[in-house]
C-alpha cells in the first residue's frame, strides 16, 4: 500500500470511528447504530480493490473492537469487516468509474446485511446470544435504513478524498470535487456523469486551441 493510501486510511477510519463512538452511538436509535466506520471501508474498498478493502477492513475492525465502550470479543469486528471490505473491492469497476448511484448502494445494502448476519453468526459461536434478545430481523431492517441514509453524505466524499490523494486519472479527468460528489450521488450515481461532461468540454476546448494553433503556423509558413 502506498504511503499516501495508508495515511489517509487511517485517518478517515479514526474520524469516523470518533464520530460513531462519540455521535451516533449515542442517539438511541431502535435497533442497530448507524455504521459510520462500515461505510468508510465500502468507500475505500470500492476505490482501491479487494486486497486493499481487506486490509483497511481488518484494520477499522480491529480498532474498533479495542475502542471503548467494546463489550465483545477483541478480532470480532475485524473479521467481519475483514470479509467485507474483499467481497466489496471485488465489485470495484474495472476503470474505476460507476455510471450511476445502483453500484454502490447495492454495495451498502450488502454490506449492511452481511456484516450483521456475520457479526451475529460469530458471536453465536463465541457464546454471545444478544442478537436473539433484540431480534436480529429488526437489526438487519435497521441497520440497511440507518446506513441508506447516511450514505449518500459518507460515501462520495470518502472515495472523492482517495482517489485525489493518489492523483487517480479517474478523478483527475472527472475534475469533481466532494461537493461534485456528493451532488452526482443523489441526482445521476456519483458525480461521475456531471465530471464526464465538464472532462468533455475541457477536451474540446483544448482540441480547439489546438486547431486554431495550427492554422496560425500555417500562416506563418505560408
Not at 216 to 221: A, H, L, Y
Request: charge should be positive; charged fraction near 15%; aromatic fraction near 4%.
Amino acid at each position: 500500500m502506498k504511503f499516501n493510501r495508508i495515511l489517509l486510511s487511517a485517518t478517515l477510519i479514526v474520524v469516523a470511528l470518533v464520530v460513531q463512538v462519540s455521535v451516533l452511538a449515542r442517539l438511541q436509535l431502535p435497533g442497530a447504530v448507524p455504521d459510520l466506520v462500515l461505510l468508510t471501508v465500502i468507500a475505500l474498498a470500492l476505490v482501491h480493490g479487494p486486497v486493499t478493502g481487506s486490509l483497511v477492513g481488518f484494520s477499522a475492525g480491529l480498532l474498533a473492537d479495542l475502542a471503548p465502550p467494546a463489550d465483545h470479543a477483541a478480532g470480532r469486528y475485524a473479521l467481519v469487516l475483514c470479509v467485507v471490505g474483499y467481497l466489496v473491492g471485488l465489485a470495484r469497476p474495472e476503470n474505476g468509474r460507476f455510471t450511476s448511484a445502483i453500484g454502490p448502494m447495492a454495495a451498502v445494502v450488502g454490506a449492511a446485511v452481511g456484516s450483521t448476519l456475520l457479526y451475529a453468526g460469530v458471536g453465536a459461536l463465541v457464546g454471545d446470544t444478544a442478537a436473539r434478545h433484540v431480534g436480529l430481523g429488526s437489526l438487519i431492517f435497521t441497520a440497511v435504513v440507518y446506513d441508506l441514509l447516511l450514505a449518500p453524505f459518507t460515501v462520495p466524499l470518502v472515495m472523492a478524498l482517495a482517489r485525489r490523494a493518489e492523483n487517480d486519472p479517474v478523478a483527475d479527468a472527472t475534475g469533481a470535487g466532494a461537493g461534485d460528489v456528493a451532488s452526482g450521488w443523489l441526482s445521476s450515481g456519483t458525480g461521475l456523469r456531471i465530471g464526464t461532461q465538464r472532462g468533455g468540454l475541457r477536451v474540446k476546448a483544448a482540441r480547439t486551441r489546438a486547431t486554431r494553433a495550427g492554422r496560425i503556423k500555417g500562416v506563418k509558413r505560408l
